[in-house]
């Protein structure tokens, strides 16, 4: 029941006590026979009237036939008086024995009174105060509760319909590969325990949104068929001070009573921002969050068997601790899906709707570039909605071409699509780019070139180094700010001008040029460094410089960075005139396969 229901009704309850209590003392039950005083007249003249106690104004009246009845007479007048002057006469009155009887106090006629004026209010206002503490108690109870942490369990045998296997997730084969590991652990820990090996404890997922980082920690979740506990980081970041890390703990605690599980925590960035960043100093919610979740972390027995999975699309504001070993010291990069990752997506969501023959999902994914899983997700579900609309009775080719557009359209779509020409461009850029380095002296292999973009990048060529490297040598860098800028002038010699795209690469290449110089003495100004670095913790992870030279040390400073980069674009642009044919090539594949592994790169290279 209600418990203000509940209140009310018990309020309405006393009440009628009372009422009930009242009428008890003022009409007692047994009323006698009232008789008027006129009638009391007629009855003592014709001698019929015994006795006639006065009590009060009362008059208690006993018949010779000893009936009773009572009468009342006026206040301040006596009964005889009162007799006479209605007529009785003096004999029949005299024959009428009157007694005068002091009035009866019952203790009620005080004390009730006293209980309705002084004690009643008294009761109610406890019974109210009773009510209210007992509220606050109960609100502090859900304060309490409120604590626990929310997270969603997908039970290892609550998985049932939902659960998911690496075989659901499209795509992401070196995410999966990296998984597998821990799949693994958590099916076997002794294994693992008896060899002394230290396990992941927090492993990054690292990508934008709707890549299927959620879904990839679900996955390993059901192929190792364990719990799943699932919160978002900016749930974490409630009102109260106190709650965060009283959830954190919570859901730890939770984690490690069905262990071994898996913790996953979305949108790690929201509470894992680097600390400090914030402006006034930052005891804040989140920081105290945060240091929980470190603590959590670090409290966990190798064979606990508990691993955090958490997901960012920002792992460079994330605060370095979380980072440390023994935290989240790995992390795997997912990437958007190319061509042939997006047909796969695209399968997936399409096996449980029926699908015509001309169905061709190949087309569907060449005219998706830039679409995330959960894009192509969302195209297959408006494809089957776009049938259901023309009451077809299966999903035709056309319906899949028109779901991309409501879905380009839609409000949601945020992210970049190329365009044919600005594909073109962009498979010209990172061709320059991956050549370049490949042919300039001291760099590292390219790993993959990609021209799906990426944050604001159109796309990206990546350089794993083979070996750690702690020291670099001034050819490295010439190479490294000769690739930076292979980007633009492949763009340059192609279509003879320069793109947008590439102000990135021209800020860091610039950056690293004025660092040989400034910082690594590698410029014909000396072993000297300029300009003194300060970090300023309160603007966050700004760093500003103090200038300790002269206005002409800085004009030579200049200098010198002007020709580290025209060295480096000449060097650039000689490498890149000498193998057109080669760019030609690698330009074209990429915009086919929009991904070039390793392996097919140095091929391409190779052939020539
Ligand atoms: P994120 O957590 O990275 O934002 P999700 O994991 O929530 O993205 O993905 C959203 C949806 O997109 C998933 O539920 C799934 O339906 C679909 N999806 C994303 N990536 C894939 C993939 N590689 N294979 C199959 N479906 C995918
Ligand atoms: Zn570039």
Redesign the pocket.
Do not use: F, N, R, Y
């Given at each position: 029941m209600n418990p203000l229901l509940k209140n009310f009704a018990f309020v309405i309850l006393i009440l009628l006590a009372v009422g009930g209590l009242f009428s008890l003392l003022y009409f007692p039950s047994t009323t006698p026979n009232q008789i008027s005083a006129t009638q009391l007249v007629s009855d003592i003249n014709a001698g019929n009237v015994k006795k006639v106690v006065v009590a009060g104004d009362t008059l208690n009246i006993t018949y010779t036939d000893d009936k009773t009845a009572t009468s009342m007479k006026e206040a301040n007048v006596s009964v005889t008086d009162l007799l006479t002057n209605l007529g009785v006469t003096k004999d029949s009155l005299q024959k009428v024995q009157i007694d005068i009887q002091a009035p009866q106090e019952s203790v009620w006629t005080w004390l009730l009174p006293a209980l309705l004026y002084g004690v009643l209010p008294l009761l109610l206002i406890g019974f109210f105060l009773w009510t209210m503490m007992r509220q606050a108690k109960t609100g502090a109870m859900q304060a309490f509760d409120f604590t626990k942490a929310r997270a969603r369990i997908f039970g290892a045998e609550g998985h049932g319909k939902e659960k998911i296997n690496f075989k659901?997730?499209?795509?992401?084969k070196e995410a999966k590969e990296e998984l597998v590991e821990i799949v693994d652990f958590l099916k076997f820990p002794q294994k693992y325990v008896a060899m002394g090996a230290k396990i992941p404890r927090g492993v990054l997922l690292v990508?934008g949104?709707?890549?299927?980082?959620?879904?990839?920690a679900r996955a390993v979740a059901g192929e190792a068929n364990v719990p799943f506990l699932s919160i978002s980081g900016s749930e974490f970041v409630e009102m109260f001070v106190g709650v965060g890390s009283a959830r954190v703990r919570d859901l730890f605690s939770m984690a490690k009573k069905s262990a071994p599980s898996i913790v996953f925590i979305?949108e790690l960035d929201a509470i894992g921002r680097h600390r400090g960043a914030g402006i006034g100093g930052g005891h804040d919610e989140r920081e105290q969050t945060l240091n929980q979740i470190l603590v959590e972390m670090d409290g966990f027995e190798k064979e606990t068997g508990v691993i955090i999975l958490a997901?960012t699309n920002r792992p460079d504001i994330l605060d370095p601790a979380l980072l440390r070993p023994g935290r989240f010291d790995r992390k795997i990069v997912?990437d958007p899906?190319d061509v042939h990752?997006r047909e796969e997506?695209l399968k997936?969501?399409s096996k449980t709707k029926p699908l015509a023959s001309d169905v061709n999902f190949k087309e569907v994914a060449e005219r998706t570039p830039g679409f995330?899983?959960?894009d192509l997700?969302n195209v297959a579900n408006e494809a089957a909605l776009l049938a259901a609309r023309y009451n077809k009775k299966e999903v035709d080719q056309k319906e899949f071409l028109d779901a991309i557009e409501k879905v380009l359209l839609g409000p949601e779509r945020k992210s970049h699509i190329l365009s044919k020409k600005e594909k073109e461009i962009a498979a010209y850029h990172e061709a320059g780019h991956a050549l370049v380095s490949t042919f300039s002296p001291d760099t590292e292999p390219v790993r993959k070139i990609s021209i799906i973009a990426r944050g604001m990048a159109a796309g990206y060529t990546l350089q794993v180094p083979s070996e750690e490297r702690k020291m670099k040598t001034k050819t490295g860098f010439m190479s490294e700010i000769a690739t930076l800028l292979g980007g633009c002038s492949a763009e340059k010699i192609k279509f003879g001008e320069m793109t947008t795209g590439a102000s990135n690469d021209l800020q860091r290449a610039s950056e690293l040029a004025r660092r040989l110089v400034k910082e690594f003495g590698m410029s014909s100004l000396g072993l000297i460094a300029f300009g003194e670095k300060e970090e300023l913790v309160f603007l966050g992870k700004e760093i500003s410089e103090q200038r300790n030279y002269s206005e002409k040390i800085a004009e030579r400073i200049d200098e010198e960075v002007d020709i580290i980069i025209k060295g480096a674009q000449k060097n650039a642009e000689i490498i890149l005139l000498k193998r057109k044919n080669l760019l030609d090539k690698v330009a074209k594949d990429l915009i086919e396969k929009e991904t070039i592994e390793r392996a097919e790169f140095e091929k391409l290279i190779k052939s020539k």
């Open positions: 659901d997730v499209a795509g992401l990508g949104a709707g890549v299927g980082k959620t879904l990839l979305d997901a997912l899906p990752d997506i997936i969501h995330t899983g959960a997700a």
